[in-house]
């Protein structure tokens, strides 16, 4: 009797999910994943090295002209790919192009822009654009909150599974207490 042995990114996600990779991670992975075994016409990754993956990698560069943070990513995808699931090992000769990094400086909101954003907003957008520029919580960190996270005696907030699955607390600013908890009032009555 033949074992039924999961699909390919079946097998990629169980092992995403046994790692406890974040869901976005998994759906770049599955993403980068799919992208490589298309570019070489369906060939199944066992039959595949560091030959393939090179020739990828470069293609990503030289036709598609994605940034070098871009490669790296599709390239970490792979090497997870061959390294978890295929249980293969690559050797480190993998023939690269790489894209030029930017040596740009990143654009950031003044104080002024940040705070004329934050007027335009009503309601539980504001509440959601105070929580990013007052607590320096990410925006999925936000929307995931819970009122248990929210300790008003102490104003912080404790922010659970983080990135790198961490928990860490933070400051809740004073300006959003009192229409933190009306909303929640209002939220608990609905």
């Not at 075994?37 to 470069?58: D, L, Q, R, S």
């Not at 490669?71 to 894209?99: M, R």
């Not at 607390?169 to 229409?179: A, F, G």
Request: hydrophobic share 35%; glycine share 4%.
């Amino acid at each position: 009797m033949t074992e039924n042995k999961p699909k390919l990114l079946d097998q990629v996600r169980q092992v995403i999910r046994i790692k406890h990779y974040s869901l976005r991670t998994e759906e770049s992975y599955i993403n980068w994943i799919k992208r490589f075994i298309f570019f070489h016409n369906k060939k199944h990754p066992v039959e595949m090295g560091e030959k393939e993956i090179g020739e990828f990698i470069t293609h990503l560069a030289k036709n598609k002209k994605v940034s070098a943070s871009t490669q790296n990513q599709a390239l970490c995808a792979i090497v997870f790919l061959y390294k978890n699931v295929l249980k293969k090992e690559l050797n480190d000769t993998i023939s690269i192009y790489w894209s030029k990094r930017p040596k740009k400086l990143p654009v950031v909101f003044t104080k002024s822009e940040a705070i004329e954003v934050l007027n335009r907003l009503k309601g539980v957008h504001w509440l959601v654009g105070m929580l990013l520029y007052g607590s320096g919580l990410r925006l999925s960190e936000s929307l995931e909150l819970r009122v248990k996270d929210i300790d008003f005696g102490y104003n912080q907030i404790i922010v659970r599974d983080s990135k790198g699955e961490k928990d860490r607390t933070t400051m809740l600013p004073q300006k959003i207490v009192q229409p933190l908890k009306k909303h929640l009032i209002k939220v608990k009555n609905t």
